[in-house]
């Protein structure tokens, strides 16, 4: 089928959906502006709830779609409405005409120096969640202590904090921070974990079990209360003030590491691309489906779509799903227009 | 009195059916952002006048909601601000309190 | 040059000699009033600094230049300056010359009140004079510059633009009225003047008036009515002087010299507070200045429209507009007579009845042992912002001067955010604490990075033995000294003045000179005395979160005009407010120093 489709994004989204259009017939063409393929869940160690190692799925996603063609390295310049198609410009010089694109632009992660008051890029054993995961991966990280006795997980960096201009939760940083608190507890069985959360959103398939886990076998203890102030000790140790708000007291505590669970935010290059084809942004920040319930992958613009992150916080099954269905999407409309 | 073996004391059950919430009423009337507290603790954290009394503007707009009276709690408040800064909700917590202390009665 | 009327006198001059009796009698009453309600100690230094010739040089040479040239205003704005300074300035030349012409020519007139404002109309020339003509020619020139001034003010009402203006406030009724009569009077007087110029005299604008007024109408019956009209619009004038925007130009000549002889306001409403809002002359310069403008909503909150809310008596308006100003002081920076727009708000606030007062006897802070030794206070705000206090402490270790971070663990609010909600008692009660604690710690200097903190030390702490002094003032003679070292890097900063360290204190030079020390600097297109605040200022109390974010985008939106790197500022609350929306980094002096700070040794 001579039909260009242009995936943006070389993530887990875009990958399946290239995956799928290639068994649909199509030879989709992925754009993707880091070096490699894979997205965040390639900078990721492992993935809750089972702890399936990340690499195992991009790996097999990246043999999946050994067919498409794959620009890596390679950001779009424009893209703008030709007739019935877009034309896409890329920074390499190369121009399609493409019939559909997909956004799977994903998300970007809060940048935690925004909050000033919880010390990141101040104090030197403050890191976000992203950084622990590059650690987790085997990447040196003078911040995180080697032999802590006290590690801190503070939840919701970012996220439903109007101040820092997200008022919607992040989704995924609860069971995340409970993952890697388990995995700190793991490499650190001496050290006492600490959870900060406001409210523990435990949603998605077997993650309450996890948290159970993370109480029962861990031992990990879960804090009422948002961190407001981040402090350091004469010896350089981390203090963290938090209202305990289940006992109803101010309550600080000395750690070695503290790690940020930094929020997701809409991926920034969608804010250059968006306007250029009139592309709706939500109150939330990311892009605006046509409908928020049944026509999620639609973009309010004809032969656009959108998969993964890029329309909201999303975890890794439920990406794949839309890539999934993304891909179907694709082909109903070139086959119909 | 005489001596039955047992004693009746006050029920400590929150009656949300008998509470008298008129304070909390009047500071939604000027204050409607006061509605949105998530009691996530961040005002207490950071308050100035907590280490030394306990203040907690998070109990405060909690004990309002359940008909207590928060009168004792303001007193070592020093307006600094702060809880203000740190409100995740965007809530003006200092306004709050200038409010609450002309709402109660002398 | 004769009396032409030999009684001297005509009922057209009733109306005027009613308004002027009205207004003067209202002044009198007024200053009495006024006077009266000063404290006592005030009323007594008031009256002692008119009899100081030092002070009342100042007051007659300010009085001078401020009500009648308006030399502020023409160095605002060159088209206001000339279009006030005609109408004052041309207007008491015009009286002047009135009272030289009675004087030399009828003196025996010069105990009639009228005379000299209807001169004209008594008088008949018979001998032509070189004193005559010059007078003649000198009214004719003054009349001239206030019509010029008048056609002015009218272009202003219709373009407030060309005059540097960008929003006027809207009069109101009384001040519409009483400005047409203004407007009114001279047009009527250069009238009547043409028309009896044959009789009086003329000069270049009179005389050649006269002559074309005469072939066209050929006869004398207008002329009575138009020095009616003319002394009807004085009248008009003057009995809605009280009431209207003008009472500012008798209440100016007061309020200059209780200003030189340096009182502060004491009460919401009375005193010199009353003083400053009948001063207020609605230019509506405030309002471009406030930065709160920036939504429509809330432009009928700048001080002018308080002004005018505290003389009608709206409390409710007035509770509203005075907690919801920042205190950035802009307006009154750039008020043109003077008027504390921020203070009479505290002072409203002070006004208000709170029934639950604050009580600080269970607290008791710890003195930090500091003999010798430099004393630093990072201010609870520095909390949310960690690396003030950091920079701030390495710095000093860098210049090898033994210090204590006084609240690094925390400590007490200097009393700012209680003093200017208006809750002085409970402000002082901080302060006391707080001054107990730095005289036990035994040291002789207090560096203070807050800006707020800061200008409370200065203004109402009582630290005898102890320097109080700003970091950038302390790190700037550091420098001079030799003890710190300071190497440029590539980047180029704007400096964001805070409210409190700029307008509130003075401080505009020492932070500017440490980042062009160690960074380029540029200067964004509001500054100094004109920046605009941040929009976090501690000083609103009502603002929302939402109205504050759209003032924090219009003070970053002046800084962006630079086109610098970075935004460098030397406030907490500025810094953090800042950084939540901007699109480049907005970094603390202290951490700019700090990183490109050697020690000298």
């Known amino acids: ?302 032969g656009i779509f959108y998969a993964g992150a890029c329309t909201g916080t999303k975890t890794v099954p439920e990406t794949l799903a839309e890539a999934r269905a993304a891909a179907v999407e694709i082909h109903n409309y070139l086959r119909n227009g | 009195m005489a001596d039955f073996g047992f004693r009746l004391s006050k029920s400590s059950t929150l009656d949300l059916d008998r509470i008298d919430t008129k304070v909390y009423d009047r500071l939604c009337d000027t204050d409607p952002d006061a509605r949105t507290c998530m009691a996530c603790g961040s005002c207490s954290a950071t308050c100035t006048a907590a280490p030394f009394s306990g203040m907690s503007m998070r109990k405060v707009i909690l004990g309002l909601q359940r008909g207590q009276d928060v009168r004792p709690m303001l007193s070592n408040c020093m307006l600094c601000g702060k809880c203000t800064m740190v409100c995740p909700r965007g809530i003006n917590t200092r306004h709050l309190i200038l409010s609450i202390c002309r709402i109660y009665d002398r | 040059m004769i009396d032409r009327i030999p009684s001297g006198f005509h009922p057209f001059v009733l109306p005027f000699l009613i308004g002027m009796a009205f207004v003067l009698l209202y002044c009198v ?66 009286i002047l010359l009135g009272h030289i012409e009675v004087f030399l020519f009828v003196p025996t007139r010069i105990n009639l009140f009228y005379y000299p404002i209807f001169f004209n109309y008594f008088v008949a020339e018979v001998d032509q004079t070189m004193n005559g003509a010059f007078l003649f020619f000198l009214s004719d020139f003054f009349l001239l510059v206030v019509l010029c001034g008048i056609v002015l003010a009218w272009v202003k009402r219709i373009r407030s633009r060309l005059f540097g203006m960008r929003r006027t406030a809207v009069p109101s009724l009384v001040n519409r009225i009483a400005m047409y009569a203004l407007w009114a009077i001279f047009p009527l007087r250069l009238l009547a003047e043409t028309f009896t110029a044959h009789i009086s005299g003329g000069s270049f604008l009179t005389g050649p008036g006269n002559w074309l007024f005469r072939q066209i109408l050929g006869n004398d019956l207008y002329y009575m009515p138009t020095w009616w009209a003319y002394s009807i619009c004085l009248c008009v004038f003057m009995c809605l002087l009280p009431f209207s925007r003008y009472m500012h130009i008798p209440a100016e000549m007061m309020l200059i010299p209780m200003r030189n002889a340096g009182l502060k306001i004491r009460h919401a409403r009375k005193g010199l507070a009353k003083l400053q809002v009948l001063t207020c002359p609605n230019c509506g310069v405030c309002i471009d200045a406030c930065p709160m403008s920036v939504s429509k ?154 800006p707020i903190c800061y200008r409370m030390f200065m203004e109402n702490y009582t630290l005898p033995g102890v320097r109080v002094v700003h970091y950038s003032v302390y790190f700037d003679e550091l420098v001079k000294a030799g003890r710190l070292h300071l190497v440029k890097s590539d980047l180029c900063y704007v400096y964001h003045d805070p409210c409190e360290l700029g307008r509130g204190c003075g401080i505009y030079e020492e932070p500017r000179r440490l980042v062009g020390q160690s960074a380029a600097i540029a200067e964004a297109d509001k500054s100094h005395k004109e920046s605009i605040c941040c929009g976090g200022s501690l000083g609103s109390l009502s603002l929302s979160f939402r109205q504050r974010e759209k003032i924090t985008q219009a003070a970053l939106e002046n800084l962006y005009t630079s086109k610098a790197d970075a935004i460098a500022t030397a406030c907490p609350l500025c810094q953090a407010t800042l950084s939540r929306y901007s699109d480049r980094p907005v970094r603390d002096i202290a951490e700019i120093i700090d990183r490109q700070s050697t020690p000298t040794t």
């Open chain 3, 297 to 450: 909503a809330n432009i009928k909150d700048c001080t002018v429209y308080l002004t005018r809310q505290i003389r009608r008596g709206n409390e409710k308006r007035i509770a509203e507009i005075s907690d919801k100003c920042l205190l950035c002081g802009k307006c009154e920076a750039l008020c043109q007579v003077g008027v504390q727009g921020p203070e009479i708000r505290i002072k409203q606030r002070e006004a208000r009845k709170f029934n639950i007062s604050q009580d600080y006897s269970n607290i008791s802070v710890a003195a930090p042992s500091s003999t010798g030794k430099v004393l630093y206070f990072s201010g609870c705000m520095s909390q949310l912002t960690p690396s003030i206090g950091r920079s701030v402490v390495s710095i000093l270790d860098k210049a090898g001067v033994e210090n204590v971070w006084m609240d690094r663990e925390g400590g007490l609010c200097c009393g700012r955010p209680m003093l200017t909600a208006g809750r002085t008692d409970e402000a002082m009660a901080l302060v006391h604490k707080n001054e107990e604690a730095i005289l036990a710690s035994g040291a002789d200097t207090l560096v203070v990075s807050c």
């Open chain 1, 1 to 302: 089928m001579n039909k260009n489709i242009v995936i943006i994004g070389g993530g887990v989204a875009g990958m399946e959906a290239a995956k799928q259009l290639l068994s649909l017939g199509y030879t989709p063409m992925i754009v993707e502006k880091a070096q490699s393929l894979g997205g965040h869940v390639a900078s990721w160690y492992k993935l809750f709830p089972d702890m399936t190692p990340a690499s195992a799925i991009v790996d097999q996603l990246r043999k999946d779609i050994s067919g498409a063609n794959v620009f890596t390295g390679t950001k779009v310049v424009s893209i703008s409405k030709d007739r019935e198609s877009y034309a896409v410009v890329l920074d390499n010089g190369v121009s399609i005409s493409a019939q559909a694109i997909l956004f799977a632009t994903g998300f970007s992660l809060f940048d935690a120096t925004k909050k000033e008051e919880y010390g990141y890029g101040v104090y030197d054993h403050v890191v976000t969640n992203g950084d622990l995961e590059a650690w987790f991966n085997g990447k040196a990280d003078k911040r995180i202590s080697s032999s802590p006795k006290a590690v801190g997980f503070v939840h919701c960096v970012g996220s439903r904090d109007l101040k820092a201009g997200n008022s919607q939760c992040s989704k995924v940083c609860c069971t995340t921070a409970i993952k890697q608190a388990i995995e700190m507890k793991e490499k650190f069985p001496e050290a006492d974990i600490y959870c900060f959360y406001m409210d523990l959103r435990l949603f998605g398939k077997k993650y309450e079990d996890f948290y159970i886990n993370a109480q029962r076998d861990f031992g990990v203890h879960f804090i009422r209360g948002r961190v407001s102030e981040v402090g350091e000790t004469i010896d350089g140790r981390i203090q963290v003030k938090a209202e305990d708000t289940l006992s109803g007291k101010p309550l600080k505590v000395q750690l070695d590491t503290l790690v940020l669970m930094s929020g997701m935010v809409c991926n920034k290059s969608v804010g250059e691309l968006a306007p250029q084809v009139r592309l709706d942004m939500d109150d939330d920040g990311f892009l605006r489906s046509k409908d928020n319930i049944y026509d999620i992958l639609r973009s309010n613009r004809p």
């Open chain 3, 29 to 94: 009453y007024g200053i009495f009033r006024i006077l009266f309600q000063l404290p006592h100690e005030d009323r007594r230094k008031f009256l002692l600094s008119l009899i100081n010739p030092v002070t009342a040089a100042k007051n007659v040479r300010d009085i001078f230049c401020d009500c009648l040239l308006h030399v502020k205003l023409w160095q605002r704005n060159p088209m206001l300056g000339f279009m006030h300074s005609s109408i004052a300035f041309g207007w008491f030349m015009l």
